[in-house]
């Protein structure tokens, strides 16, 4: 078990169970705080939910449970609740912050069908001051008696029309829209806007056993309703967390720790290999003509020209992304030899001089056919140090297994993985496996062969980074031309301060770099922000936003700050407030902004880097072009 975990203080103690009688009244559990209140009750002998935040009802009589094998649970009576308080403090081996709170109330609210068939089902609810989290437990644990929910009957009824907007894919986000014209099945997270100072998301947590939920409109007003395709179980197994944060403003909801927190403790006995960091990326740089008449393709010069660009510039990483084996949809690609051009073992052992370690890309189809912990072990056996992994072709259940698989087998092989092509989604599961250390959980830019524009940026952020680190291959810095380059197909929207900042605003234990050394050397001023990036933080902040406007995002690292905001298409004044600075302390800021001529289609590339000398009282006005951005990075000006 990971000796890491410092466990502050633990409530292992179960208060006295309460037996109800069949004469039942609503049961009210609470947040620590107080501030956020779930309602159970047993109407019409099937149980229902409510939830409250800051004294007003947000969710209301909302019916919970599981059809089981086709057949509705009916007649279900409290046998018992058996009440418990955690209150533990933890420590991530990497993250964006660095020590972690898990304070709730939990029950375990036991029922059981007055009826012939008299099955049990437990409901664990828990209560955090910024969430609650449902999961069932059909059956008993130890009974091993198989059964398949083919329902999942969580609803989620609000009291009026909200405004929502949701994850879509490798496309650009949905939203805002109404409740009343929600369409089928959307992806979580769910960001629902209740009114000017409560916020809320809906997502899941723990996704190991179980298939994925997505939710669709139910029958009755502004409500929607899980969904999870069939899965199959043995009595005792728990679903997945269905979790609702809570927040006052959207950045609490990026802010929360609520889905590690709903995950077990690491379960790697030492992962001191895990590392998070920086990776430069073959990929979109293929074609890439330099100022010196080098051209970068597939081949092992190319490589040996990025590992030579890491090893000088804090960058951990080289990743080798598909086709290095040969076409990577084809059968015969054996993932554990290389194609011609490409000498593996070679390219492996020049890296490891430089002290840059390599990621390779592997296909589901590769795996399939070659055995995955038979490449995996090759992988290790050439030093690698990572795997990223595309096209996963299961679906439901299946998928999720094979997800889970393939983490722990890597881990097997202290190997990292990243990720892509619609995978499940990040939902806190990196606690028990850091080195599931991101996913292309959004629309990656230039991926899909289509471009995202920068009002995708900043929804994501608020959106899709709730569920977890993001592999969304930020940082392009040749934009004016990308287009021409053999693996981008479109213009790419943005500017070089903007791609900067969301190195920043966007947290991934990978940061993929798409880029060409040379883009990077030619802006080397500005470029020094991103090579000072720490691997991990200490802690977040989100200063300000809107979801569909702009955001602001602070980190630290030890004594240092950074701070990155984003727009969307419109131009803007930010003033961002430094009273996050230590007091009496003078930082020297080192700023990359946009420039007033900067634009994100047709000046993509004006930038400008200045320094000043700040303090907690001072007030930084950040101006942002149409789709630009804003970076700083802030250092104690005595070099502490």
């Known amino acids: 078990m990971n000796s890491r975990y410092n466990f502050v203080l633990i409530y292992a103690l179960w208060f006295l169970t309460i037996i109800f009688s069949s004469c039942q009244h609503e049961k009210v559990l609470n947040s620590p705080d107080g501030h956020v209140r779930v309602t159970f009750d047993i109407v019409e002998g099937l149980p229902v939910y409510s939830l409250g935040f800051d004294g007003k009802t947000i969710i ?12 509705p649970y009916q007649n279900l009576s409290i046998e018992s609740i058996e009440t418990s308080q955690i209150d533990e403090t933890w420590q991530p081996v990497w993250g964006k912050v660095s020590m972690i709170r898990n304070r709730c109330n939990e029950w375990q609210v036991h029922l059981l069908e007055k009826n012939e068939q008299g099955r049990s089902l437990t409901i664990i609810m828990r209560a955090y001051d910024d969430g609650i989290a449902i999961r069932y437990q059909p059956g008993e644990a130890g009974d091993d008696e198989p059964f398949t929910v083919t329902e999942d009957l969580t609803h989620f009824n609000f009291t009026d029309d909200h405004t929502w907007w949701s994850a879509n894919g490798e496309n650009a986000n949905l939203g805002p829209l109404p409740l009343s014209r929600a369409p089928e099945n959307i992806l979580t997270p769910m960001v629902i806007r209740c009114d000017r100072n409560r916020y809320l998301a809906i997502h899941e947590a723990g996704i190991y056993e179980f298939a994925k939920m997505t939710l669709t409109p139910s029958d009755d007003k502004f409500s929607l309703k899980s969904h999870m395709a069939s899965s199959s179980g043995i009595s005792g197994d728990k679903t997945s967390w269905r979790t609702i944060l809570l927040g006052r403003h959207p950045g609490d909801l990026i802010e929360s720790n609520l889905l590690v927190n709903l995950n077990p403790p690491c379960k790697i006995d030492d992962p001191s290999w895990v590392a998070p960091g920086k990776t430069m990326w073959d990929w979109r740089v293929w074609g890439y003509v330099a100022p010196d008449g080098f051209e970068y393709g597939l081949n092992t010069v190319s490589h040996k020209r990025f590992v030579d660009f890491a090893a000088g510039h804090n960058i951990r990483y080289m990743l080798l992304d598909a086709d290095w084996y040969g076409p990577e949809f084809s059968e015969t690609s054996n993932p554990t030899s290389a194609r011609s051009g ?77 990720f892509h092509d619609n995978p499940i989604p990040p939902s806190g599961d990196r606690r028990t496996w850091p080195n599931l250390v991101t996913r292309e959980y959004c629309h990656s830019q230039a991926d899909a062969k289509k471009s995202y524009f920068p009002e995708t940026a900043v929804s994501s952020a608020f959106i899709n980074m709730i569920a977890g680190p993001l592999d969304m291959c930020n940082g392009w810095y040749g934009l004016t031309e990308a287009e021409n380059r053999v693996k981008v197909f479109q213009p790419i929207p943005g500017t070089v301060a903007a791609e900067t900042a969301k190195l920043i605003v966007f ?34 902040r989100v200063l300000g936003g809107d979801i569909d406007s702009y955001i602001t995002v602070a980190r630290r690292k030890g004594d240092n700050w950074y701070v990155g905001s984003l727009t969307n298409r419109e131009a803007r004044t930010l003033e961002i407030p430094l009273t996050f600075l230590a007091r009496d302390v003078e930082y020297k800021a080192l700023i990359g902004e946009d420039t007033p001529s900067t634009h994100y289609i047709d000046n993509k590339e004006r930038y400008n880097v200045r320094d000043a000398m700040v303090t907690a009282a001072s007030v930084i006005k950040a101006k942002l072009a149409p789709g630009g951005g804003f970076a700083m990075r802030l250092r104690p000006s005595d070099n502490r």
């Open 507 to 540: 947290y991934s234990g990978l940061s993929v770099l798409p880029d060409a050394p040379e883009e990077y050397m030619k802006k080397a001023d500005i470029f020094t922000i991103i090579e000072s990036l720490p691997d991990t933080y200490d802690e977040m």
């Open 342 to 418: 490409i000498d593996i073992e070679d390219f492996m052992a020049y890296a490891k001089a430089k002290n840059v370690k390599v990621l390779l890309y592997l296909n589901d189809v590769g795996a399939k056919k070659y055995g995955l912990e038979n490449i995996l072990s090759k992988f290790h056996e050439w030093g690698a140090a990572g795997v990223k992994y595309g096209f996963m072709r299961d679906k439901g259940q299946k998928k999720v297994r094979n997800t889970r698989k393939i983490v722990e087998l890597c881990a097997k092989y202290d190997l990292l993985v990243d």
């Open 60 to 71: 209301e009589n909302s019916p919970l449970g599981l059809i089981i094998n086709n057949k």
